[in-house]
């Protein structure tokens, strides 16, 4: 959806995103740019939402983990992080799966390498790296049709 | 029908996946308020003078809580702690860590909070810190606690300790089996080591975070993000003065547990502000701020062992120093459950531990996964290593000549029952193919690359004597609702309660919720953490479904007239000579509308006694082995995880899926442990609390395979055969992963983390640097 928002010059945009669209799916976990659970994909890249403000989004399409799917059926990857038991807790969920959208994006049919590589930034502290793994690599074998490519932004 | 089935979609998952999941910093009660903690910038220091007057005049701020405040206000006691009330809501006194609350404040706006802070003055006059084991036990040290005040109730593991008058020893755990000296005289080879393992954080995802609210009557409601919610009532009723029927505790899914969320943490100081402020105030630490708040416990080990020949071990003396830090926290219990464990999984007939927690002028040490056996663990498994290297033996033979088999005696005396040792160490010694040398290949002899292969194993207790009590109600549809007081921290412990409750009542899971924790709703459960709710909570669940079973029966034979022997229930009906009831008709028969619950209870109760009278010490026992493969840059001491396997005697798995998550991610847990994580401290500062300078796994350093493997050896007592399994695969990694390194390179590393650079020094002094 298209929304106008006013913001104070200093808030980043994750605090917009959860404090004035209430949109919660992203967590604030180091604040510092390196665990990326607060991941949203801006123009389809990812970016850390605490260290990016929300000025700097201006205009741009931002995605989050509730703008995914199609609103009845879940995107690929997140029946896949399902299947696989790619999370424990959740609170990096969000972030591994935005990531792990735009890796598919950018490189339809990743490598080994290339998953461990573009996931590099993201955190779980319940270890479920090799799941997430598997998750990926399940929605990375799907056929063309079944990976949507544009989704409705937050 | 749902026990140990594979494609079992967890409860929590849903939510999790499209970002709905509700977590404690995503919520909001109206008229909420933003609380701030200023922090002591000092290890140690007197307060001379506090004065608040300017903070209070920052347009927006509604409360300041300083010791003024806690002092003279008679509705308040201010100490408080789990095992000793040496801990205060801000400090009263002295301030004794970095990091150590001195004042609070509420206001409109985080900002304002943050801004009226800055202007509340203290003054302070530094004494001297004690930033070390050795020093703290030296005579004439500075005291960290000159009086110590018992809680008005405390644990029953715990009732007869006490800290050690005069010294800053805050528990001394002494286990004596045998006689010692004995041991030594009767051994061929004594062998002596001391290892080290430093401070580290549990580093949780979702930082520590309450809102509280106390309305007119004196009420307390809370939202917390704790992993005992009924402790944190218990010392809320016990600082407020009011029946814990007058303080409800309600816990959202938490981002992470790992034991660093057990016992108060911010939930006193954010009530006090709420009760000054009259509006809920919410505080959500920031990441640094969990550094000061609760670490897992730095050791020193000393550990003798006198051995036979042939490898038989014959005495052990040990001591564990542990660094609890500023306040006694859960220490206590991890000196008992250190000392308890520093023999190993093995049977040795002359044992003397003493197991010490210290207080230091360092952030508060509490329970961390592995809670104090990760500490022992690492030093008798790898002195292991180094006896069977002077013995020539294989570090795999040895460990199975001397580990605990069903029916051994522990060191206390006790019979040991479920124990699943031996199978671990030889499922994960198979997976790494054991024995088999991956050095001959070629590319490995002629490079500075060298391979090498270790293995470790463990045993641990759970609490014990505990309680959990759960309720099942079945609705008029004849769906179900769990209310249990476990939380949900990522386990998948809602899944389990619930797979169980179906498989007894033949209930599908899509028919089945579980309530969610809140004190004022659920019966009491003690905690979640020592690895203890599937096989508590899953009991008292499972009987409270046979309870509702019961009902049902009773109902049948009362309104259909069939005698209790012909009611049979088969999956999820009850099967009656002549017809098949839904449970939703009796349900209608018993009401006579479709309306109407049964409520089933269910109590678990462990003691300290079995059957016949004899102590034990835990209701049931974690057994579990790690192997690792290793690849050693001879050159940098650079070393690479290459391959690792985990067995965990599981009991039965409920959830394999969910099991083997456990195991490996307390694998990757571990791994942190063994390789990067430290806290880095500096004159008492801790110069790394952010996740830049303190280094977590992450997805680069997996290796290539790990593997958990669940070995399944029924409990009798467990719902199943379960036992219970969070901590178990932790323990192992570090000591496995050192004993590949001298597998691999010949040096000996016994001061964690594993790092480069120790292993490139090691290599140097023993010349084998190419």
């Known amino acids: 959806m298209d929304r ?37 994909l801006v123009n389809g890249k990812p970016v850390s939402a605490c260290s990016v403000l929300a000025v700097d989004a201006d205009g741009c399409d931002v995605l989050t983990i509730e703008g995914l799917g199609d609103g009845k059926k879940h995107h690929p990857l997140q029946e896949a992080f399902m299947e696989f038991g790619a999370l424990q807790c959740g609170y990096c969920t969000s972030g591994f799966i935005l990531t792990a959208k735009a890796l598919l994006d950018e490189f339809p049919r ?22 997430i793994m598997q998750a990926i690599k399940k929605v990375a074998r799907l056929p063309e049709s079944e990976t949507p490519k544009i989704e409705d932004g937050g | ?15 999790k996946v499209t970002g709905r999941a509700n977590y404690l910093a995503d919520m909001k009660i109206p008229g909420m308020c933003h609380g701030k903690i200023l922090r002591s910038p000092f290890p140690h220091a007197r307060i001379l003078r506090i004065n608040a007057a300017n903070a209070l005049k920052v347009p927006g701020v509604v409360a300041v809580i300083t010791r003024d405040d806690i002092l003279k ?4 006691d201010p100490y408080y702690g789990p095992v000793f009330k040496d801990q205060t809501i801000v400090a009263v006194d002295r301030v004794r860590h970095v990091g150590d609350p001195v004042a609070g404040v509420a206001a409109l706006e985080l900002e304002a909070a943050e801004e009226a802070l800055q202007r509340i003055e203290v003054e302070y006059e530094e004494l001297p810190a004690i930033l070390d084991v050795h020093d703290a036990l030296k005579k004439g040290a500075p005291l960290l606690h000159e009086t110590i005040r018992l809680p008005e109730s405390g644990f029953a593991d715990l009732a007869e300790i006490r800290p050690v008058e005069g010294t800053n020893i805050c528990t001394h755990f002494k286990l004596r089996k045998g006689d010692v000296e004995k041991g030594f005289a009767e051994s061929d080879y004594i062998f002596e080591d001391t290892f080290t393992l430093p401070a580290t954080q549990h580093s949780f995802l979702e930082t520590h975070a309450c809102i509280a609210l106390v309305d007119g009557s004196g009420r307390i409601t809370v ?14 009723s016990n600082i407020f003065k009011v029946p814990v029927a007058k303080v409800r505790v309600i816990v959202p899914y938490l981002g992470g547990g790992y034991g660093g969320k057990v016992y108060p943490k911010v939930e006193p100081l954010t009530v006090a502000l709420a009760g000054k ?72 007939p002359h044992v003397k531990i003493d197991s010490m927690s210290i207080y230091t002028n360092k952030p508060p040490a509490g329970a961390f996964r592995g809670f104090g056996v990760s500490q022992s663990a690492w030093a008798h498994e790898s002195q292991m290593d180094i006896i069977a290297a002077a013995l020539h033996m294989d570090p795999l033979e040895i460990r199975l000549k001397n580990g605990y088999e069903e029916g051994n005696e522990f060191v206390t005396g006790e019979k040991l029952t479920g124990i699943g040792l031996k199978p671990c160490v030889e499922a994960v010694a198979r997976a790494i193919e054991w024995g088999k040398d991956e050095n001959s290949k070629f590319e490995i002899r002629n490079s500075n690359f060298k391979r090498g292969k270790g293995i470790a194993c463990m045993i641990k207790a759970t609490i014990t004597p505990s309680v959990s009590s759960a309720v099942v109600k079945l609705n008029e549809d004849g769906s179900a609702t769990i209310y249990a007081g476990t939380i949900e921290m990522g386990q998948g412990s809602e899944t389990t309660l619930a797979q169980i409750a179906g498989k007894e009542l033949g209930v599908p899971l899509v028919k089945i919720q579980v309530l969610g924790v809140d004190t004022d709703a659920v019966p009491y459960d003690l905690t979640t953490s020592s690895s203890r709710s599937t096989f508590h909570m899953g009991k008292a669940v499972q009987l409270a479904a046979e309870d509702i079973k019961n009902q049902l029966k009773q109902i049948v034979v009362q309104e259909y007239g069939i005698p209790a022997e012909n009611v049979e229930f088969v999956e999820g009906r009850i099967r009656l000579p002549e017809t098949t009831l839904d449970y939703k008709e009796v349900l209608f028969k018993r009401f006579g509308m479709q309306g109407g619950t049964l409520v089933g209870q269910g109590h678990v109760k462990t003691k300290v006694t079995d059957r016949e009278g004899r102590k ?49 991610g307390a694998a990757i847990m571990g791994m942190g442990q063994a390789l990067f994580e430290e806290i880095v401290f500096d004159n008492g500062q801790v110069i790394n609390p952010n996740f830049v300078d303190y280094v977590l796994p992450a997805p680069g350093d997996m290796p290539e395979v790990i593997e958990p493997i669940l070995v399944e050896i029924p409990h009798k007592e467990g719902p199943f055969g379960a036992k219970g399994i969070g901590e178990t695969a932790l323990i192992p990694v570090a000591p496995a992963i050192a004993n590949a390194v001298f597998d691999a390179v010949g040096v000996r590393i016994r001061d964690l983390p594993i790092k480069a650079e120790k292993i490139f020094l090691a290599l140097e002094e023993v010349g084998k640097k190419p």
């Open chain 2, 1 to 15: 029908m749902t026990i140990g089935e594979e494609n079992v979609r967890r409860l929590d998952y849903e939510a």
């Open chain 2, 73 to 76: 206000d008679e509705g308040i």
């Open chain 2, 277 to 348: 402020a009259q509006r809920p105030v919410r505080i959500i630490l920031t990441r640094e701020e969990v550094f000061y708040t609760i670490t897992k416990h730095a050791a020193v080990i000393k550990m003798k062992t006198g051995v036979k020949k042939d490898g038989t071990l014959v005495a052990r003396e040990c001591e564990v120093l542990l660094d609890t830090g500023a306040y006694a926290e859960i220490g206590p219990r991890v000196a008992k459950k250190s000392g308890y464990t520093a023999a190993g999984p093995y049977r040795i």
């Open chain 2, 616 to 664: 034990t010490t835990s209701a049931f026992w974690f057994l579990g082995a790690g192997a690792a493969q290793v690849e050693v840059d001879c050159e940098t001491g650079k070393i690479k995880l290459l391959k690792y396997a985990t067995a965990v005697d599981v009991g039965k798995a409920i959830n394999p899926l969910g099991c083997r998550q456990q195991l490996a």
């Open chain 1, 110 to 131: 990743p490598t080994a390498e290339q998953i461990k590589n573009y996931i590099g930034g993201n955190f779980c502290r319940c270890g479920c790296y090799q799941e």
């Open chain 1, 4 to 40: 106008a928002l006013e913001v104070e010059a200093r808030s980043s945009l994750l605090e917009v995103v959860r404090e004035q669209l209430g949109l919660t799916g992203a967590k604030l976990g180091c604040d510092m740019q390196v665990c990326g659970a607060c991941t949203l």
């Open chain 2, 223 to 236: 939202w917390s993000t704790t992993q005992n919610p009924f402790v944190v009532r218990t010392q809320l």
